[in-house]
Antibody
Framework: EVQLVESGGGLVQPGGSLRLSCAAS????????MNWVRQAPGKGLEWVSY????????YYADSVKGRFTISRDNAKNSLYLQVNSLRDEDTAVYYC?????????????WGQGTLVTVSS | QSVLTQPPSVSAAPGQKVTISCSGR????????VSWYQQLPGTAPKLLIY???KRPSGIPDRFSGSKSGTSATLGITGLQTGDEADYYC???????????FGGGTKLTVL
């Protein structure tokens, strides 16, 4: 059974940093592209970042470019998102999701999410 | 303002059919595959449709997808109260080099 379990969220002050993690199991993690998608309270889905299976291809949404860094450790079956220079508008549930972005774009498994709250 | 445009809400009676539209442009829907997601209250999104019109294993054939030009449509037949959820379309935008989602449509089964 495919499982994605996020962790690392919490309350952080504006300008602060966090490292989000996603532990994967039930599939060959090293052969799949992975994504982070976030959802602000009461709002819609916003894609954040993608990393290919080999880490050769990485994309970011303009809203986080230069502040967030996606990475993965295939030996540990783990996906990460380093979030720096946090702003109020980064408050959201952050989901990791399995899937590629090109040429086929879909996310077939999602974690339960981890909440990041940016507030002073 | 989302790159893809969906109606904020739709409603229909149990047993009826409903369609949800998703409008974009040539840089996204017009030249890339569309996927659809269902998000039940308080849960993570779930893939409903991929590659415009394909259903993952376990998704009933009451759910269907189609694409024409720069628009896509999700259809749901035989509506059930358990279908009440938010529905999102998504695709790749070649101009933005980013995945884009619609703003979401809240389905109410009256």
């Amino acid at each position: 059974e495919v499982q994605l379990v996020e962790s690392g969220g919490g309350l952080v002050q504006p300008g602060g940093s966090l490292r989000l993690s996603c532990a994967a199991s039930g599939f060959t993690f090293s052969t799949y592209g992975m994504n982070w998608v976030r959802q602000a309270p009461g709002k819609g889905l916003e894609w954040v970042s993608y990393i290919s299976s080999s880490t050769s291809t990485i994309y970011y949404a303009d809203s986080v470019k230069g502040r967030f860094t996606i990475s993965r450790d295939n030996a540990k079956n783990s996906l990460y998102l380093q979030v720096n220079s946090l702003r109020d508008e980064d408050t959201a549930v952050y989901y990791c999701a399995r899937g590629m972005v090109l040429p086929y774009n879909f996310f077939d498994y999602w974690g339960q999410g981890t909440l990041v709250t940016v507030s002073s | 303002q989302s790159v893809l445009t969906q109606p904020p809400s739709v409603s229909a009676a149990p047993g009826q059919k409903v369609t949800i539209s998703c409008s974009g442009r040539s840089s996204n829907i017009g030249n890339n595959y569309v996927s659809w997601y269902q998000q039940l209250p308080g849960t993570a999104p779930k893939l409903l449709i991929y590659d415009n019109n394909k259903r993952p294993s376990g998704i009933p054939d009451r759910f269907s997808g189609s694409k024409s030009g720069t628009s896509a449509t999700l259809g749901i037949t035989g509506l059930q109260t358990g279908d009440e959820a938010d529905y999102y379309c998504g695709t790749w935008d070649s101009s933005l080099s980013a995945v884009v989602f619609g703003g979401g449509t809240k389905l109410t089964v009256l």
